[in-house]
């Protein structure tokens, strides 16, 4: 998974903090999304981005959730209030889109948020 | 609503066999398929993808074969390795929908020597 870098990779928070989790695509991508893994289940979509924009957050919870892909630095996918029920793992994938055709998205490794 | 399924959770090849694992879809939108190998404590590595308008693509060991009149896809790994042993996401995407990619639940592949 060399390129797209997520971290922390481990993030421990009690209920009612805050949870910031950076993803910085790879080189020469300019489309981040944001995924998340609950336990025993596959990966579910959650925001879209391009710089600056976010193309679609369907599948982002309506409350304590953003998503940001500043024109400089990494995405940030912040998590207010936390609760038991967030703990799991977030990834973040990349991608050089073209909108004429598909491309692969290229996934991080990932950051584990424990929620004590 | 699934949109992607994956109904084996696990399955077991002996080293050198074939392994295959199946994938179903029911959204016709879907034009681009992927399959990613996921290691735990690890994201999801591509391994493979396919347009909607191909039936088959190949790379060194593994093929997709796509049965769009079925709604099916499925990945072919010859031989198989005991380092194949993981767990294996099968993706569906649509260019109109944006590219957010809807996974299947997953299979875990074991290898044995």
């Known amino acids: 998974n060399a390129g797209v870098m997520q971290n922390p990779r481990h993030l421990v928070r009690r209920r009612g903090q805050e949870a910031r989790l950076r993803c910085s695509p790879m080189?020469?991508?300019?489309?981040v999304y944001w995924y998340r893994q609950l336990p025993e289940e596959g990966l579910k979509f959650m925001v879209y981005?391009?710089?600056?924009?976010?193309?679609?957050e369907s599948g982002m919870p309506k409350e304590r959730f953003s998503a940001e892909f500043p024109k400089e630095g990494p995405s940030i996918l912040r998590i207010q209030q936390v609760v038991r029920g967030d703990s799991a793992a977030y990834f973040c994938?990349?991608?050089?889109?073209?909108?004429?055709?598909?491309?692969?998205?290229?996934f991080g490794d990932g950051t584990r948020l424990s929620i004590l | 609503d699934q949109q992607v399924k994956q109904n084996s959770p696990s399955l077991s090849v002996q080293e050198g066999r074939i392994s295959i694992l199946n994938c179903d879809y029911t959204?016709?939108?879907?034009?681009?398929f992927l399959w990613y190998k996921k290691y735990p404590a690890e994201g999801p590595t591509f391994l493979i993808s396919?347009?909607?308008?191909?039936d088959k693509n190949e790379d060194g060991r593994f093929t997709v074969f796509l049965n769009k009149s079925a709604k099916h896809l499925s990945l072919h790994i010859v031989p198989s390795q005991p380092g194949d042993s993981a767990v294996y996401f099968c993706?569906?995407?649509?260019?109109?929908?944006?590219?957010?990619?809807?996974f299947g639940q997953g299979t875990e592949l074991s290898v044995k020597p």
């Open positions: 994938a990349s991608s050089h889109r073209d909108r004429g055709s598909n491309q692969p998205q290229h």
């Open positions: 080189k020469g991508h300019s489309h």
């Open positions: 981005l391009q710089k600056e924009n976010i193309i679609d």
């Open positions: 959204n016709s939108m879907f034009d681009y």
């Open positions: 396919i347009s909607s308008i191909k």
């Open positions: 993706a569906a995407s649509a260019l109109s929908q944006g590219g957010k990619l809807i």
